[in-house]
């Protein structure tokens, strides 16, 4: 028998032992993991507005809420997993998942809870609401909502349609084996008096009765009123070389927008080029206002206002305002805060 023979058989052998060995000669996809740069299936993207809006009014038109289906969404699945079998595998990268969704005038989606975060960022419409842990918070443009982990949350909506974009942290819990789900026992909590309500123990000026542990680590209503006005005062001065005027949104305590996502703001200002860099975190993009170009190492790709867009983690990137005159505005959603938490954070400078 041949040493070739012999390993084969070993091989059967352990196999039937659920064990093996590492003495196979590794392949080709083992080569590309092991390397001195980390590797990534995810791969860059553009979602076009008018094709994904006419998508969702389409389904809007064809499937009420009525039992069917939780909420009316359409996930942003990445071409390198749109063929994947298992549903929990389309994803819009591999830790993150981008949805939008329609709210059609007098719907209610009933309220559930879910131990992955997410947060909601308004695209149109208004007079919709979403409740969380009992606090009604309306829906605008440029409002970014959060519905952290095991938060219950549901959405009402007046008189016009809705729409939105969802983040969701799901693939990484379902990598972890950790999903937990379940509905309103009543599909619809009880609403608190503004008086319960977070924002008014989170500001600058403080309630001197409640003890610092006591008050919430999260911020659940971003305003895009507030938001707006500081990308406009900033953009007086200087900023980053790689993302422009780039704002985070942050926790009560200056930390991530929650602990598994962080969510930014960034204006290009007429004509701006950014340098080039990368980093080991993935990014999703919704062009919010303006139009522009991404260039992912060396590729371009082409931006317009309502255009959503990956950016696959160590990919050399940078951006550019197509606009002379007009500002162009990017909102963006990262797995930054899991990188850092495993100490594993990387970023590095490029040449141009």
């Known amino acids: 028998m041949t040493e070739e023979q012999q390993l084969r058989e070993l091989d059967e052998r352990l196999r039937k032992l659920s064990v093996d060995g590492l003495w196979s000669q590794p392949s080709e996809a083992d080569k590309a993991t092991y390397s001195k740069d980390p590797h ?14 006419d998508a969702i009014q389409t389904v809007a038109n064809m499937h009420g809420l009525d039992g069917k289906a939780e909420r009316r969404v359409l996930r942003l699945i990445n071409p390198a997993y749109l063929n994947n079998t298992n549903r929990r595998q389309r994803t819009t990268t591999h830790t993150m ?4 969704q329609l709210l059609k005038p007098g719907e209610i989606a009933h309220d559930h809870r879910h131990n992955f975060a997410a947060f909601r960022f308004i695209l149109k419409g208004s007079g919709a609401y979403t409740v969380v842990e009992g606090e009604k918070i309306p829906m605008e443009a440029g409002d970014l909502i959060l519905t952290p982990s095991m938060t219950w949350h549901g959405h009402r909506n007046g008189n016009e349609a809705v729409v939105w974009l969802d983040g969701l942290d799901n693939p990484l819990l379902f990598l972890l084996q950790s999903i937990t789900w379940e509905a309103h026992s009543d599909r619809m909590q009880p609403m608190k008096n503004e008086a319960e309500h977070t924002a008014p123990r989170l500001g600058m000026t403080r309630a001197t009765w409640e003890a610092t542990n006591d008050r919430p680590s999260y911020n659940l209503h971003y305003k895009w009123s507030d938001t707006y006005a500081n990308l406009k005062r900033l953009s007086a001065g200087p900023c980053s070389p790689y993302d422009g ?9 200056g930390g991530h927008t929650m602990p598994t996502m962080s969510c930014g703001i960034q204006m290009l200002r007429p004509g701006e080029v950014t340098k080039t860099h990368r980093h080991n975190y993935s990014t999703v993009y919704h062009a919010f206002r303006g139009n522009g170009t991404m260039i992912v190492n060396g590729e371009k790709f082409e931006w317009e206002q309502g255009d959503c867009f990956v950016l696959p983690l160590w990919a050399w990137h940078s951006h550019q305002n197509r606009s002379k005159s007009d500002d162009a505005i990017l909102f963006s959603v990262s797995d930054r805060p899991v990188m850092e938490a495993l100490k594993l954070f990387r970023e590095e400078p490029g040449e141009g």
């Open 40 to 53: 990534t299936t995810v791969l860059p993207h553009v979602w076009k507005w008018p094709e994904m809006y």
């Open 97 to 100: 998942l981008m949805t939008l």
């Open 245 to 253: 005027v780039s704002l985070e949104y942050v926790n009560p305590e």
